[in-house]
């Protein structure tokens, strides 16, 4: 082969190494657009139309067409007679009846119930996703401003009932990978900012079984859970009791702590879900 063909299919292979390149940035951000507009429908209350599903997500009106179609042709949205896009069912309920977060919840359901309306606050189920929170069901509190839950819990993990007990479940090296360096930020006054205070939380967690939140997170709201343990000890997930101050005043605290520690520890032994959770998260 001469040096001239040499370099031509050099320069050939660069070619289409830059274009392969190209083709995957552009499937990559095709991806992430359409995954905006899933999120922008998921968030909304009512079916939309094609410019206002353009406008909340950011996305050019032309792609945002193009991008419906092909979700609407993957089953994941679909266009009503009045012309406006929907989350299909396969993107409403992704997770099968029979998927073990499922079953979790349906198994939990009626003791989330009977918590809430022993106590008054908003009875959480929480499931733990590698070192991700996740809201698999709830049962609303008995006061006429109900809080806003979303599925995916985001409150700061040191300064929140279901992170503390996520926490207290990992070993060291994710724990500090997942909190990162002290000071913490502080939410409210009340919020426990170094390493030693916190650590001796985590300590008080896995020994009592309870993780507390009394205004550490939102001034007026407190917290009190329990996590569910699979058969290996790990946590899966959280049972949370969270509303105002004024249900966990200091002569009720330990009735709640004990009736939230029964029911996670009685669903932690009884439930079938629980197993096929923990096999499901390889735990």
Do not use: W
């Amino acid at each position: 082969m001469t040096n001239k063909e040499t370099s031509g299919h050099a320069l050939g292979e660069e070619t289409r190494d830059s274009a392969a390149v190209v083709s995957r940035g552009a499937e990559t951000g095709a991806l992430t657009r359409g995954l905006q507009l899933l999120a922008v429908m998921s968030d909304a209350s009512r079916p939309l139309s094609l410019s206002e599903i353009a406008e909340a997500s950011g996305i050019a009106a032309s792609t945002t067409h193009r991008l419906l179609h092909t979700l609407s042709q993957c089953e994941q949205v679909y266009k009503n007679a009045q012309g406006r896009y929907c989350l299909a069912p396969r993107a409403l309920f992704p997770l099968g009846l029979d998927h073990p977060l499922q079953v979790l919840r349906r198994d939990a359901a009626e003791m989330l119930r009977e918590l809430q309306a022993r106590h008054g606050p908003s009875v959480l189920l929480v499931a733990f996703l590698g070192e991700k929170r996740m809201v698999v069901d709830f049962a609303p509190g008995a006061y006429s401003v109900a809080p806003y839950f979303d599925t995916r819990i985001s409150a700061p993990a040191h300064a929140s009932v279901s992170g503390k007990i996520l926490l207290a479940d990992l070993p060291e090296a994710d724990r500090q990978r997942l909190l990162g360096d002290a000071p913490y930020p502080a939410r409210t006054r009340h919020t426990i900012t170094t390493r030693a205070a916190l650590d001796d939380a985590l300590a008080e967690v896995e020994a009592s079984g309870l993780a507390t939140n009394f205004n550490e997170n939102v001034m007026g709201i407190c917290a009190i859970g329990a996590p569910l343990v699979a058969p290996s000890g790990r946590a899966i997930g959280a049972i949370v009791l969270t509303g105002p101050d004024t249900f966990f005043g200091a002569e009720r605290r330990d009735a709640i702590a004990e009736d939230v520690r029964r029911v996670a520890h009685m669903l932690s032994a009884m439930s079938m879900s629980v197993r096929a959770v923990a096999r499901f998260l390889s735990l």
